[in-house]
């Protein structure tokens, strides 16, 4: 079946510049997780949601970055005013739920600011 | 100190060699541990779960020490396939989130 899905694969953008990154998970999975990999770094925890609602936020940096997941499946990952540290690839994962269910990676959205 | 600690390598062995890689984690309170393979620009992939009693699944052996809170990944007559990064993953979240914490990735690299 189908994966996690990302869109775009690519972005390149320039600083101060609005930017929104899109995760479809896997049907039926009610867990997505946001994750940001830096070069050479592990992926390193963003957010969490469980159906509609963020239930851990503690990994956003700061204010500028802002998750929805509205209907409890695709989510968007918003950075506003972006910086040159937001250059990373951003990864969104999925569960069947919470917990120790098995998450499933998507392929990630290289963001480069200039 | 950062939460799960890897060395970074990279190790460069012959093909058919064995290579073990380690990783220690700084909470004591960490549920459950794992292994992920990454390859060069693509996703990390669950690799195998590691247990406290240690598990294998072909080539590869993962153990894991809670007392001193360490976990290890042996893999036995490398592949040309194996070459990735390999990343030590750790859940500390005892609210059940999911919430994985990763090291910073071991690379391997399989030479002919």
């Known amino acids: 079946g189908a994966g996690v899905s990302q869109t775009p694969s690519n972005k390149v953008t320039e600083k101060g510049k609005y930017v929104e990154l899109r995760c479809d998970p896997i049907s039926g999975h009610t867990a997505l997780y946001w994750y940001r990999q830096s070069l050479g770094q592990g992926p390193e925890f963003l957010i969490y949601?469980?159906?509609?609602?963020?239930?851990?936020d503690s990994g956003l940096p700061n204010d500028r970055f802002f998750a929805v997941r509205p209907e409890g499946s695709v989510s968007t990952l918003k950075i506003q005013r972006t910086e040159r540290g937001d250059s990373a690839v951003y990864l969104c994962?999925?569960?069947?739920?919470?917990?120790?269910?098995?998450?499933?990676f998507g392929p990630g959205t290289r963001l480069t600011v200039t | 100190r950062k939460e799960v600690e890897q060395d970074p390598g990279p190790f460069n062995v012959p093909e058919g060699a064995t290579v073990a890689f380690n990783c220690t984690y700084s909470n004591s309170a960490s549920q459950s541990f794992f292994w992920y393979r990454q390859d060069c620009r693509k996703e990390p992939k669950l690799l195998m779960s590691v247990y406290s009693s240690g598990n294998e699944d072909g080539r590869f052996t993962a153990q894991l020490n809670r007392a001193s809170q360490y976990i290890s990944l042996l893999i036995r007559d490398s592949k040309l396939s194996d070459s990735a990064t390999y990343l030590c993953v750790v859940n500390m979240d005892s609210s059940n989130t999911g919430k994985l914490i990763f090291g910073q990735g071991t690379t391997l690299q399989v030479k002919p």
């Open positions: 994962a999925s569960s069947l739920a919470g917990g120790f269910y098995e998450q499933y």
């Open positions: 949601f469980q159906g509609t609602g963020a239930a851990d």
